[in-house]
């Protein structure tokens, strides 16, 4: 469970490791004042099966910090995914 400052602004990347074997996470970045369970989307890109395994690490998260906080936060738009817990499905 995060809970992202208001000053900070969270991309997620994938591992070289899976990448080089065609598994793609895609996560969009986590904004400002946003909390909640992140939800993976993992793709396997690649002809072939491929396994994923526990502990070994998929993605990595950077966390950039402003030297200001936003003018128009996560929680101020009232996103949808506010507080998600779990696997949560989109919201369309």
């Known amino acids: 469970y995060f809970i992202i400052p208001r000053k900070v602004l969270v991309v997620t990347v994938g591992k070289s490791t899976y990448a080089r074997c065609g598994i793609i996470i895609n996560v969009t970045p986590l904004e400002p004042e946003w909390e909640g369970h992140i939800t993976l989307e993992i793709s396997n890109t690649s002809p072939v099966p491929a396994k994923i395994y526990a502990n070994e690490g998929i993605a990595q998260l950077l966390f950039y910090e402003s030297d200001e906080e ?5 929680k101020d738009k009232q996103g949808k995914y506010q507080n998600q817990r779990g696997i949560t499905l989109p919201k369309l």
Not at 70 to 74: F, L, N, P
């Open 70 to 74: 936003c003018a128009v936060s996560y």
